[in-house]
């Protein structure tokens, strides 16, 4: 019989490597026979690949197993919340929201920081990182990646931001360069961040059995992350999910993509402002804004509940075209309260086909944190064995 050549020998050494490590993720603790049992590999192969996931600090011994008889007790096995971290950052208009989790996604570190000049985010980025590792106390080795994410159309391949209406940078940015400089060796991920939130509210929200999910995230801008059959769907260069750029209006205002009318132009936190305002120019920033929504202000509640029925419309495309079991509204929008909530699933309610009327599930997000950084750490995790 012929030998396979050594590259296809590694691919599947990598293969039960990472079938090892996902059977610990998400069943363990569990013994070394165990894991040969339930991965179908033997007994050897499981040792062996168990001694460079603990060298690799991904996972830990934990000690015997508790006394079910006579026998020997077997060393238990379960995925290290002491060795490897995972880091995330998010960035907005206002600047960056960085985390450090460890591989049980529990918080090590976080920070936020304001970013003045855009053209220097690559050092924001990598000093971020690196203040969140000097404060958990660990080393730029302990890094398993680091995911980015970013409101924006982007190049995830090169690393590069294509396009965006709510930062401020030239066309075909380097998103991940100083990174890469600052922490040589560590993979770098580049994501949109409405991508992320969606893929939070999968694994980590209340609706973790959802196979068709909808984030529709409001704030600076409008975007959205979609899961499709369970898993996140960005579309063939990566750019699904710009409802913000859906046109509701053709007579509607210019919106800073050049077209007339779009969802961001018109439901946007921004949008709503100016229209507060009246007279075109910047009304009130975003928290007092929602505030005043909150304390019943009139000219703001008509201001916002217009931009409800107009959000409605956009999901109601969505709803159409996708058919998602949940939408989840998030971003700075949630803000306003459960009233806002009520206004967009009473203007959603006429709109909607009759067959789907009452089974698409709306709500605001549940996630305990922030979905930036669990979205983002999620795929490091994901990418760095193979899920």
Partial sequence: MEALPVANLQAVKESNRNKVFRLLFAQGPLSRVELARRAGLSPTTVSSLVAELLAERVVAETGPREARGSGRR???????????????????????????????????????????DFA???????????????????????????????????????????????????????????????FPGTP????????????????????????????????????????????????????????????????????????????????????????????????????ALLQAYRAGDPRVR?????GARILARGIDNLVALINPQVVVLGGEAAGFGPDFLAAVRAALRPLALGAGRDRVELRFSEIPGDPVALGGARVVLDRAFGA
């Fill in 74 to 116: 077997p060393t238990m096995l379960e995925v290290s919340a002491d060795g490897r971290v995972l880091a995330a950052v998010g960035v907005d208009a206002s600047g960056l929201s960085a985390a450090l989790l460890d591989l049980r996604f529990r918080p090590l570190a976080a920070r936020t920081t304001s970013v003045a």
């Fill in 302 to 306: 008509a201001v916002a509940d217009e």
């Fill in 188 to 287: 770098v991920h580049l994501e949109n961040d409405s991508a992320l939130k969606a893929y939070a509210e999968q694994v980590f929200g209340p609706r973790g059995d959802a196979r068709s999910l909808v984030y529709l995230d409001v704030g600076a801008g409008v975007g959205a992350g979609i899961i499709l059959d369970g898993r996140r769907f960005t579309g063939a260069y990566g750019h699904a999910g710009e409802i913000g750029h859906m046109t509701v209006d053709p007579h509607g205002p210019l919106c800073r993509c050049g077209n007339r009318g779009c969802l961001e132009a018109m439901a946007a936190l921004p949008a709503l402002s100016r229209a507060v305002a009246g007279d075109g120019t910047d009304g009130p920033p975003a928290e």
């Fill in 120 to 182: 220097a985010l690559g050092d924001a980025l990598a000093d971020a990182v690196a203040g969140l590792l000097a404060e958990a106390g660990r080393d730029a080795a302990a890094l398993l990646g680091i995911c980015l994410g970013v409101p924006a159309l982007l190049d995830a391949e090169n690393g590069r931001i294509l396009a965006s209406t709510v930062l401020m940078l030239p066309e075909g940015t380097d998103a991940v360069g100083r990174l890469r400089e600052r």
